[in-house]
């Protein structure tokens, strides 16, 4: 089964310093930690270097400063975080997590400042591959919001696609429910996530569930509604499986072959051969259904299911111009004698293709006196039925016949 997972998108304007963290050490909030005059000199230049795409400089700056203050907690923490956005900035993870992994070592940010940290590291962790870690310091984040803060769905999907990664599919489920939960418009992609974690887990009902709402969000996915399909059939639900089918038919979103022979043999199969002729030559009609000989002798046996004997006719008829066997023609013989076509029934059989049986030619020649005897020639339909009556699978129903013709013919 295809998964779905959400993207991680690391947003490079959540790496910012609160204005606290941002100010000398005279203008500091009471309960933010200070910084010195020379820290905040060159942090406030490093964020102007920034602004230009300056890295290189913003770079060197904060590793200046970061040489003269290594002994002040406050201030090493907050250069080491600029240093992180400076590396996230230009994409270089591996370096901007050793700066974030540095300036929360001594608990010495402000409390918002650390927390935005903690959240751009549990991105970043993810994104290098390293999950367990990410999971523990986005867990560590949410214990530390404010509260009455609620977690936002962002955490919530991020944390679900870390199990993912981990493929510990029951840590999935109840983040990423949270995360749907919290969303007006939950992405797609959140809901693909909880449906493979489902799946992953076997449990069948709930998928259904989730895949209900994906064909709604994404009808023209063609997989959702195989996928539904499958499920329900998986749980013996075979009214809900083909009622997935048909509506992913009526979606026009059906681009194989095996997609219009399953739903044709599933209609068959509940008794719909009318539709599943419907919706076969639709796919011939398409060209998606290849028109082979194989192909139009299924559609022509689901038009004789359905006794479209017409339409059935004509498929056989096809057929027997692309592969001539003695099969089709006797198929197609007793079709012709049910919809009383009695002179293309002679002309069918009076040329016996080359396979023909024993078995085959008797048959054909009953169904040849009986035309004959449908057409008012008596004479040749008992002519017919002395031959049936030589060959031993015939003889039984031609000796019947033969009895009736004779006291018909001999009481005139």
């Known amino acids: ?17 609160t204005m606290a963290l941002m100010q000398p050490a005279s203008a500091a909030p009471e309960k933010a930690p200070e910084l010195s005059k020379i820290t905040y000199k060159y942090i406030q230049k490093a964020q102007e270097q920034m602004a230009e795409d300056n890295y290189s400089a913003a770079q060197e700056s904060l590793e200046h400063v970061l040489s003269k203050v290594q002994r002040r907690k406050a201030d090493s923490a907050a250069v080491n975080q600029m240093l992180g956005v400076v590396f996230a900035n230009q994409e270089q993870f591996g370096k901007a997590l050793e700066y974030f992994r540095a300036a929360l070592k001594d608990d010495a940010l402000h ?91 076997k449990d069948y009902p709930s998928a259904v569930d989730v895949l209900e709402t994906l064909v709604v969000i994404n009808p023209a996915k063609k997989m959702y509604w195989l996928q539904l399909s499958g499920m329900n059939m998986s749980m013996k639900k075979d009214a809900a499986a083909l009622s997935a089918l048909r509506a992913a038919y009526r979606h026009g979103v059906f681009d194989k072959e095996s ?10 199969f509940r008794g719909i051969p009318y539709m599943a002729g419907v919706a076969y030559k639709e796919g011939m009609d398409r060209g998606v259904v290849e028109a082979s000989y194989d192909n139009i002798k299924r559609l ?113």
Do not use: C
């Not at 867990?139 to 990664?165: F, H, Q």
């Not at 997609?259 to 068959?268: G, V």
């Not at 089709?328 to 049986?357: C, H, N």
């Open 1 to 17: 089964m295809n998964r779905i997972q959400q993207p991680l998108k690391l947003s490079l304007l959540a790496f910012g310093l």
């Open 300 to 412: 022509a046996n689901y038009w004789s299911h359905a006794r479209e004997t017409d339409r059935a006719i004509e498929m056989f008829y096809k057929a027997l111009a692309m592969d001539e066997s003695a099969d089709l023609q006797v198929r197609l013989a007793r079709l012709l004698a049910q919809a009383e076509r009695y002179d293309d029934l002679i002309k069918l059989v009076s040329e016996p293709a080359a396979d023909i049986s024993s078995k085959q030619k008797g048959s054909m020649l009953v169904m040849e006196g009986l035309a004959w005897y449908q057409l008012g020639e008596k004479q040749k339909s008992l002519n017919f039925m002395r031959k049936a009556a030589q060959i031993d699978s015939s003889k039984g129903q031609a000796n019947t016949w033969i009895g009736f013709l004779e006291q018909d013919l001999n009481s005139k």
């Open 111 to 201: 409390r918002p400042a650390a927390q935005q940290v903690r959240y751009n590291l549990a991105q970043l962790l993810m994104m290098q591959g390293e999950y367990k870690e990410s999971i523990s310091t986005l867990k560590t984040w949410m214990s530390n919001l404010d509260d009455g803060v609620e977690v936002p769905a962002r955490a919530w999907i991020m944390l679900a696609n870390n199990y993912s990664r981990l493929k510990e599919w029951k840590n999935v489920v109840e983040p990423a429910k949270k995360a749907v939960a919290a969303t007006e418009k939950p992405p797609e992609a959140w809901y693909s996530l909880l449906l493979a974690a489902h799946y992953e887990l």
């Open 259 to 268: 997609d219009y022979s399953q739903l044709a043999n599933f209609l068959t």
